[in-house]
C-alpha cells in the first residue's frame, strides 16, 4: 500500500469524541500514524507478516495502520472500553481483523504471548507521572523484535537511560523529531493546537529464554483454534477407538495454511519442549562429528592383501544432528525420533596405491548434505518435529506441522545405503530421492532425479541387471500411486520403464530382486510374491500367496528351471510397525528379539521372537503357480544384512554373507547389535540336519559388533568367494572402532586386515564398495 492511500485511509478514521484528560487521550493524526508505520516496515521489515501489539490504542490509529500493512496478527490493548468501541468500528469499516484487549498495560499478563513488534503513542507521562515507562518497560517484556514509540523530546535523556539501563533494551534510538500539532483537545488548551516536540523511538529488547507458554491460551486465534480442535480432539480420542484422521487432518490443515512460516516457527518453540532421547546418544549408538579433512592411518594389524583391489569402502549410518533435542512434548502428546531417522553420515576408508606400489590408507566421514539437513544445519536445532514414534495424534500433528512448514512430512535422511550405478555413488533412504555423492571427497552433490524424470522415491536398494547394466528401481508411498517401478539406462541418463503398479494401500517395500524377470516382494497384511517381465505393467504380474512374514532384504534372486528362487532374511514382524508406543516397545525389545521358545511359560507368538530373523527360500514356481518354502539356517542364529557378490546378482549363487544378530545384547536395548558374520554356503547341507544349510562364522572378539558387511571381490578371481570381507567393527570395551578385512576362503580365521580408526564409527546400515 502505498504511503499517501495509508495516510487517507487513517485520516477517515473516528476519533475520541470525549477524550478522557486523565488517561490522556489524543490521537495520533494520520500523517505522523502513516510515516511510523511506513518507517517500521520499510525500513526495519518489522510489520508485515509479524505480530503486532499497540499498546495504549484508543481508537485504533496504529493497530488499523498495522492491519493495513498486512501485519500477520494485530492486538489493540487499551484501559479505555469506550475508546476499544470506537476502534471496533474502525476496524470493522475497512473489514480488517484485529482483537482488542481492554486492560491496563501495567496489569498486562500476556506471559508467553509472543509479540514481534509493539507500536504505541502512549501517554506522555503528564497526568500520572511514569505512565510513560510504565508502557516502554511492557513493551520490552512482550515484544521480541522492536518497541516503536512516541515520546517528548524534551525526555529523550531520560528516556533512553531508563530503557537500556531498566528495561532490558540493547538499543534505544531517536529515528526521528517530530513536530506534534496537537489540536485544541482539552478545556484547559488555552491555544487552538500546541505544537510539541516529540521523539519517534526505536526500542530493541535484549533477546532471552523466558518460560515458553505449554497452553495455546495466548497464541494467535488461528492457532489457538488449532490448538482447540487438536486438544478436543485428543480428549474425544482417548475415549473412543478408532478415532477417524482424516477431518483433523483437514481442519488443521486449513488452520495452519492461513499462517505464515515465521509464526509458525515461534509457535513451535512456543509449544513444544525438546529433550534427548536417551537411545540415540548411547555408547556407540551416539552421534560424531564431522572429522574435517581425510586423516592418514598407519594403525594397522596386518597387511592389505596384495590382490585387493583399490577403492573405497563406504558405509551409511543415522547420526542425528542436534541428538539432545530428539524427543518433543507438546499440548499434542510426546513423539520422538526413532534411530531408522538420524541424519545420514558416510564413513569412507580410501585404499590406493602409490607409484611404487605400497598402500596408503585414509579415513573421511562426512554428513550428507540433503536439502532439509541444511536447513537443521543453518537453524542450529531440529526443524523437522519428530514424528516416528509417539502417540498417535501427537505423530499425526508432527506430520502435518513438517508438511505445511517444510512441504514434506519427515526430512531426507539419506542415512541407508549408498549405492552405485554408472560409475556413479549415491546415498539413499525410501522416502525420497536419491543424493549423488563425490566419493572421492564425500561431498553431496544434489538428488538425484534421472534427468527430471523420476518424480517418485526411490527405494535403497535398487538392482542392477546382470548383463544389460540397467538399474531397476522403485517407489513406494502412502499416496498414490503406492508403487512405481522404473528401469534406468545403464549410463544412468534415461528412465527406460516407468509403470504404476496400481497397489490399492501403500507399504514400505524395502527392497526388490532381480533375474531375468523381475520380482517384487509384498510385506505387511497378507504376504505375497509377485513376479513379472522387467517391462511389464500390473497386469503382467503373476502373484503368489506366501506365508505371512517381514523381510527386509534379500540374498539374491535366481531362476531355476520353472522357478524363480527368492533368498532373503525373514522376520514375522516389522522392527518399524512394531515401534508405536512406549510399553508395546519395551515390551517388543525385551522378547521380540530373542530366539522364541514355544514351550516356554507365557509363550507369545504376537510377540516373541518376531524380530528373530533368519535365512529363508521361497521357490514360486512359474509353471504350476506353486510356492514352496522354508528356512535355510538354524533356527538359535538370527541374522541379517545379507550381501553376495555383486557379479552373481540375479543368477544362481553359492554364498551369502550376513550380520548375525547378537540377540541377548540387542533385546536389552532394542537396537540391533551384531557379534558374528556369517558365511552361508547355500550348496552344501548342514551336517546335523540335511534340510538347512551350512553355515561358517566369523566370530568377533566380546563386545565387539559389526556393521555394513560388504564382500569385496579379487581382481581376476575364479571362484564366486574369491575375495573379502570388508566391516566396519566397534571394540566396546575400549571405544575403540575399526576396518576388519577377512578373507572368504579362510572365513573363520583371524582378518588379514584390521585398520584402526582415528574416531569412533557409530553403528549404522549398509556399506559398499567403489572399486577404483
Ligand atoms: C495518546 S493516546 C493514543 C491513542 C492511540 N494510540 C492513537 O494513536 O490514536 C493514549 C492512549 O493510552 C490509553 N491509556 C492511558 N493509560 C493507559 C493504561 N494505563 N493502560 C492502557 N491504556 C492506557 C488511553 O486510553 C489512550 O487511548
Not at 598407519?298 to 592389505?304: A, K, P, R, S, T
Not at 528412465?495 to 490399492?504: A, I, N, S, T, W
Request: proline share 4%.
Amino acid at each position: 500500500m502505498k504511503l499517501k492511500q495509508l495516510e487517507g485511509l487513517l485520516g477517515d478514521l473516528q476519533q475520541f469524541t470525549a477524550p478522557k484528560v486523565e488517561l490522556e487521550q489524543y490521537a495520533t493524526g494520520p500523517h505522523i500514524a502513516s510515516r511510523m508505520l511506513y518507517t517500521a516496515e520499510n525500513s526495519f521489515d518489522d510489520i508485515t507478516g509479524k505480530v503486532v501489539a499497540d499498546f495504549g490504542c484508543g481508537c485504533g490509529t496504529l493497530s488499523v495502520a498495522s492491519s493495513l500493512l498486512d501485519a500477520e496478527h494485530v492486538v489493540g490493548i487499551d484501559i479505555d472500553p469506550q475508546s476499544l468501541e470506537l476502534a471496533q468500528e474502525n476496524a470493522a469499516d475497512l473489514e480488517l481483523d484485529i482483537d482488542l484487549i481492554q486492560c491496563d498495560i501495567k496489569n498486562l499478563n500476556l506471559r508467553g504471548l509472543l509479540v514481534d513488534t509493539v507500536v504505541m503513542n502512549p501517554p506522555f507521562g503528564t497526568s500520572r507521572k511514569g505512565a510513560d515507562m510504565e508502557f516502554i518497560s511492557m513493551g520490552m517484556k512482550v515484544a521480541t523484535r522492536a518497541v516503536y514509540s512516541l515520546h517528548k523530546t524534551s525526555t529523550r535523556e531520560h528516556i533512553k537511560k531508563v530503557a537500556l539501563r531498566n528495561c532490558n533494551a540493547i538499543s534505544a534510538e531517536v529515528l526521528c523529531e517530530l513536530r506534534y500539532n496537537l489540536p485544541r483537545t482539552y478545556k484547559f488548551h488555552k491555544q487552538n493546537e500546541v505544537d510539541i516536540a516529540v521523539d519517534f523511538w526505536r526500542f530493541v529488547p535484549r533477546a532471552r529464554d523466558e518460560d515458553k507458554p505449554m497452553d495455546g491460551t495466548c497464541l494467535p486465534t488461528c492457532i489457538q483454534q488449532a490448538v482447540q480442535v487438536l486438544t478436543l480432539k485428543r480428549v474425544v480420542q482417548s475415549s473412543v477407538t478408532g478415532w477417524n484422521k482424516q477431518p483433523l487432518m483437514q481442519e488443521l490443515t486449513k488452520a495452519l495454511k492461513s499462517v505464515s512460516s515465521d509464526l509458525l516457527d515461534r509457535f513451535i518453540d512456543s509449544v513444544y519442549k525438546f529433550s534427548e532421547q536417551p537411545y540415540l546418544n548411547e555408547g556407540n549408538f551416539g552421534p560424531v562429528n564431522e572429522i574435517g579433512d581425510e586423516v592418514f592411518i598407519d594403525d594397522l594389524n596386518g597387511e592389505v592383501p596384495k590382490d585387493f583391489p583399490e577403492g573405497v569402502y563406504i558405509r551409511n549410518g543415522p547420526n542425528p544432528l542436534n541428538a539432545s533435542q530428539t524427543a518433543a512434548e507438546s499440548i499434542f502428546g510426546p513423539t520422538s525420533y526413532m534411530y531408522y531417522e538420524g541424519h545420514g553420515m558416510l564413513h569412507a576408508i580410501y585404499l590406493s596405491k602409490s607409484n611404487l606400489g605400497e598402500w596408503r590408507i585414509s579415513y573421511k566421514n562426512k554428513y550428507v548434505d540433503t536439502d532439509t539437513f541444511e536447513l537443521e544445519r543453518k537453524k542450529n536445532k531440529i526443524a523437522f518435529l519428530p514424528s516416528a514414534e509417539g502417540e498417535p495424534c501427537a505423530t499425526l500433528v508432527a506430520f502435518l506441522l513438517n508438511t505445511v512448514r517444510f512441504g514434506k512430512p519427515v526430512k531426507d535422511s539419506a542415512n541407508t545405503s549408498i549405492f552405485q550405478h554408472a560409475g556413479r555413488a549415491f546415498a539413499a533412504t525410501e522416502n525420497h530421492l536419491p543424493y549423488e555423492i563425490d566419493i572421492n571427497n564425500l561431498r553431496t552433490l544434489g538428488p538425484y532425479n534421472i534427468n527430471g524424470a523420476w518424480d517418485q522415491p526411490f527405494t535403497s536398494h535398487p538392482k542392477k541387471i546382470c548383463g544389460s547394466g540397467e538399474l531397476v528401481t522403485m517407489g513406494t508411498n502412502i499416496e498414490k500411486p503406492h508403487y512405481v517401478l522404473g528401469v534406468i539406462s545403464s549410463d544412468g541418463e534415461r528412465l527406460l520403464h516407468k509403470v504404476d503398479l496400481k497397489f490399492e494401500e501403500g507399504k514400505l517395500i524395502h527392497d526388490i530382486g532381480v533375474t531375468a524377470q523381475f520380482i517384487q516382494n509384498d510385506m505387511g497384511g497378507i504376504s505375497r510374491i509377485g513376479v513379472m517381465p522387467r517391462f511389464g505393467d500390473a497386469d503382467s504380474i503373476i502373484w503368489f500367496d506366501v506365508e505371512n512374514h517381514c523381510s527386509y532384504h534379500l540374498f539374491n534372486c535366481f531362476e531355476d528351471g520353472n522357478e524363480v528362487v527368492i533368498r532373503g532374511c525373514r522376520t514375522l514382524d516389522s522392527v518399524l510397525s512394531s515401534a508405536s508406543h512406549d510399553d508395546d516397545k519395551s515390551k517388543c525389545s525385551g522378547r521380540a528379539f530373542l530366539q522364541p521358545d514355544k514351550n516356554s511359560e507365557g509363550f507369545d507368538p504376537s510377540v516373541d521372537g518376531t524380530l528373530f530373523s533368519r535365512p529363508y527360500e521361497w521357490r514360486l514356481n512359474l509353471k504350476s503357480g506353486t510356492t514352496k518354502e522354508g528356512y535355510l539356517t538354524d533356527e538359535k542364529v538370527a541374522m541379517d544384512f545379507p550381501v553376495i557378490n555383486e557379479d552373481f546378482v540375479g543368477v544362481k549363487n553359492n554364498y551369502g554373507y550376513a550380520q548375525v544378530v547378537d540377540s541377548v545384547a540387542t533385546s536389552e536395548i532394542g537396537l540391533f547389535k551384531y557379534n558374528r558374520i556369517a558365511k552361508v554356503h547355500f550348496d552344501r547341507q548342514d551336517k546335523e540336519n540335511k534340510q538347512l544349510k551350512s553355515v561358517e562364522y566369523h566370530v568377533l572378539k566380546e563386545k565387539t559388533f559389526c556393521s555394513g558387511v560388504q564382500f569385496v571381490a579379487k581382481e581376476n578371481g575364479i571362484d564366486e568367494d574369491d575375495g573379502w570381507i570388508i566391516t566396519y567393527v566397534h571394540d566396546e570395551l575400549t571405544n575403540v572402532s575399526q576396518v576388519y578385512i577377512i578373507d572368504a576362503k579362510r572365513f573363520a580365521e583371524e582378518p588379514v586386515l584390521k585398520i584402526t580408526l582415528p574416531q569412533r564409527v557409530p553403528y549404522g546400515f549398509h556399506g559398499n564398495f567403489f572399486y577404483k
